[in-house]
């Protein structure tokens, strides 16, 4: 009842994604501030058990994935609260991979699945509890949801332009409804997922046919990009607004790579032309 009765006068978030790196910087935030009760949601039991420990936070095992799963975790949510003001998605995989080489069907199913579908299913599932309190939704898209698409990252792109997608035709959906949806477009930070993109280039390199000298040329050009050092508290900043504002903005780009940003300026055809001279010179 003691728990009961102390959330009534807390705000409440469902966060998915928060035994990641980011995730779990995130969640910590949100307890520390004491205004947030915090339902932290991922697979990984070891990280959950940590996270419990924090004040206002309760652990929630799920698989974005699965629908009982996701409805398992509502039912959960239910035993302390029948509203939530916030429906953050985080959970997400990234990959390094070609598209006519190796298990790239099996990885594209794989981040449809977590990055674009889990998104769905959790914000389908437990809108009822956002719109009982006149909550509101905020959907984790990343930098690669509006930047030109770069060679051996199809599967991500095609997943956060999808994101992307759904989020803008969501909040004009319910605007009607008085449910604000935000994006954040977060750029590179060193997390597992970092490390996970190194592990696939090096698979990649491994079983190659037809791009060992291309990825061999790309490698220091991709290590200056994952090596860049953003500050996770833009991050948790950007989220703690998008939460917290009467007026939030609809999107927010966080960290993102002066390179990058300079590619953004590029005709298609001249970008084509840098991609081919530097791969083939």
Not at 100 to 110: K, M, N, P, R, Y
Not at 125 to 148: H, Q, T
Not at 196 to 205: H, M, Q
Not at 213 to 241: C, F, G, T, Y
Request: glycine content about 6%.
């Amino acid at each position: 009842m003691y728990i009961i009765f102390r959330i009534s006068f807390m705000k409440t978030a469902f966060f998915t994604g928060a035994t990641g790196g980011l995730g779990s910087l995130c969640v910590a935030d949100l307890s520390e501030t004491g205004n947030w009760t915090v339902f932290a949601a991922g697979t990984n039991q070891s990280r959950l058990t940590e996270l419990a420990r924090l004040a206002n936070v309760h652990s929630v095992t799920v698989d974005i994935t699965s629908q009982e799963s996701v409805l398992a975790a509502k039912a959960e949510i239910l035993k302390y609260t029948d509203r939530l003001d916030a429906i953050v998605n985080f959970a997400g995989l990234t990959s390094f991979n070609s598209m006519i080489e190796g298990d790239c069907i099996a990885v594209t199913e794989q981040l449809l699945a977590v990055n674009v579908m889990g998104t769905v299913r959790v914000n389908r599932v437990l809108f009822d509890l956002v719109y009982a309190a006149r909550g509101r939704i905020i959907n984790c898209s990343s930098e690669a949801g509006w930047m030109k698409s770069q060679p051996f990252a199809a599967p991500y792109f095609l997943s956060k332009r999808a994101i992307e997608a759904y989020n803008d035709s969501l909040r004009r959906e319910l605007i009607c409804l008085g449910i604000p949806v935000i994006k954040i477009q977060p750029g590179s930070f060193e997390t597992g997922m970092t490390q996970g993109i190194r592990d696939r280039y090096e698979c990649v390199l491994r079983d190659t046919k037809y791009y060992r000298a291309v990825l061999q040329r790309m490698k220091p050009l991709m290590d200056s990009e994952l090596n860049r050092k953003n500050d996770p508290a833009q991050l948790i900043k950007a989220l703690r607004h998008a939460l917290e504002s009467d007026h939030p903005r609809l999107q927010y780009r966080v960290g993102t790579g002066k390179l990058l940003a300079l590619m953004e300026l590029l005709p298609d055809r001249v970008l084509d032309g840098i991609y081919r001279f530097f791969f083939k010179r």
